[in-house]
C-alpha cells in the first residue's frame, strides 16, 4: 500500500508535506501536529502547562486533561472537569446522530484484538506506530485506540441489504 502524504491546500492545490510546512503561515501547534501525523516525528511530551507548552496544552491542562505519565504518548487522564465536559460531549454527540434521517445504533465492541487475523495486520499497517501490544499464554494481541475498528467488526458480522440502507452505527472512544 502506498502512503503518501500530501496537504491540500483551500485552493485545491496539492503540497508535498515538507514543501507545506516551509511555504505556508500556520501556527507552531498546528505545524507540530502535521509533523506527528505526517511525519512521524516526535512531539514534546506532556500536558504540564510550563511556558514552552503549546498553547492548546496549557488550556487542556486547566480544562482538567494531562497526559499520564506513566503510559506512552497520547493517553490521557482526565479530572472531574474534563470527566463532565468529555460526557457532555458524548451526549451531545450523540444527540447529533439521532436527529439524523436514518437509523443509526449506538454499538461498543472490543479494544483487544488477536494480531494474526488479516485485518487486524492491514490495521496495524496503518496505525501501528499507536498500538499497544499484549503478550497472553496463546496469542499476542493488539489494544485498538478508536472505536473505528471495532465498528466495522460489528458491521461487517450484520446481513445488510438496500432495504436496509441507509445503515449507520455509533460509537465513542475514550482512547
Keep these: 500500500m502506498k502512503k503518501d502524504k500530501f496537504v ?7 503540497l508535498e508535506i515538507k514543501s507545506y510546512l516551509s511555504s505556508m503561515d500556520i501556527s507552531s501547534d498546528f505545524k507540530q501536529f502535521v509533523e506527528r501525523e505526517a511525519l512521524g516525528l516526535d512531539v514534546q511530551r506532556g500536558m504540564e502547562a510550563e511556558e514552552s507548552s503549546p498553547q492548546y496544552l496549557k488550556i ?3 480544562l482538567g486533561f494531562s497526559w499520564e505519565k506513566n503510559s506512552i504518548l497520547g493517553f490521557i487522564n482526565y479530572d472531574w472537569k474534563a470527566e463532565l465536559m468529555m460526557e457532555l460531549v458524548k451526549r451531545y454527540a450523540y444527540q447529533l446522530v439521532q436527529n439524523l434521517d436514518m437509523p443509526i445504533y449506538k454499538v461498543r465492541g472490543s479494544n483487544s484484538f ?6 487486524v495486520q ?8 499507536r498500538m499497544l501490544k499484549v503478550k497472553q499464554s496463546k496469542s499476542e494481541l493488539v489494544m485498538g485506540y478508536d472505536a473505528s475498528y471495532a465498528q466495522f467488526n460489528l458491521a461487517a458480522s450484520k446481513r445488510i441489504n438496500e432495504s436496509k440502507l441507509p445503515y449507520g452505527h455509533f460509537s465513542i472512544s475514550d482512547c
Design 114 to 119: 488477536d494480531i494474526k487475523h488479516e485485518v
Design 60 to 62: 487542556a491542562n486547566k
Design 122 to 129: 492491514k490495521y496495524m499497517g496503518l496505525f501501528g506506530d
Design 8 to 14: 491540500i491546500i483551500s485552493k485545491g492545490e496539492e
